[in-house]
């Protein structure tokens, strides 16, 4: 028999013990990280304008592009924070794997902070780009 991922794996599949960790780690990276927070804040904020001024469709599209950024930090302060615990020390490839794991979150920074500009814009100029452009 193959050994399990995790050592509690023959504790049983307890589904509100698994959402009470993920709430935790979730908790733990607002609270320690304040890329994670404010991006967050400023996350909540797009969402209630673009769920009131904005279509379903708008909506959805700021949703996931912020849940992609959101998950993306997480990552990267979770990968940071176990890089520095194994090794406290400066070492080239610590540097290096912390290094593709900012620009795998650059990368989702950046495309949220075009969508939300986008929105932004189209919330202050009254134009819808998507649908002009469609129309084309």
Not at 74 to 97: F, G, P, W
Not at 105 to 134: N, P
Request: charged fraction near 20%.
């Amino acid at each position: 028999m193959s050994e399990p991922y995790s050592r509690r794996a023959g504790t049983g599949y307890h589904p509100v013990r698994k959402i009470r960790i993920a709430l935790s780690g979730v908790s733990n990276a607002v609270l320690k990280d304040f890329s994670v927070r404010y991006k967050l804040v400023l996350s909540v904020m797009f969402l209630a304008l673009a769920g009131l001024f904005e279509t379903l469709f708008h909506f959805l599209f700021v949703l996931a592009v912020t849940g992609l950024m959101l998950v993306a930090e997480v990552l990267n302060t979770a990968i940071e924070s176990l890089c520095d615990y194994v090794q406290a020390d400066h070492d080239l490839r610590i540097k290096q794997i912390k290094d593709m794991a900012a620009g795998a979150t650059f990368i989702a920074i950046f495309i949220w902070y075009v969508v939300l500009t986008i929105v932004l814009y189209e919330l202050l100029t009254g134009t819808d780009l998507f649908s002009a452009i469609i129309r084309r």
